[in-house]
């Protein structure tokens, strides 16, 4: 019993490392948030917007600009 759910999950891993898989998810997923939303958002007159991107970028020391802050704000304070 436990050979067969070792197949089954490690087949399920292998399938969703597939792009042609992963699109049909995501196509589903975003398929089935649409149609939960009411009609009203997708009238000819409706304000729509899409934001890509809106993430805090990742710290990383390989970029200056995004290096992040050690210490506390009071340690920071003291030393400025």
Known sequence: MLAVLVVLALGAMALLRIPAVQDRLVGAAIGRMVASQPNELFEKDALRALA????????????????????????????A
């Open 52 to 79: 890509c991107g809106t993430a805090e970028a990742i710290a990383c020391a390989a970029r200056p600009g995004l290096r992040r802050r050690s210490g506390s704000p009071r340690a920071r304070a003291a030393s």
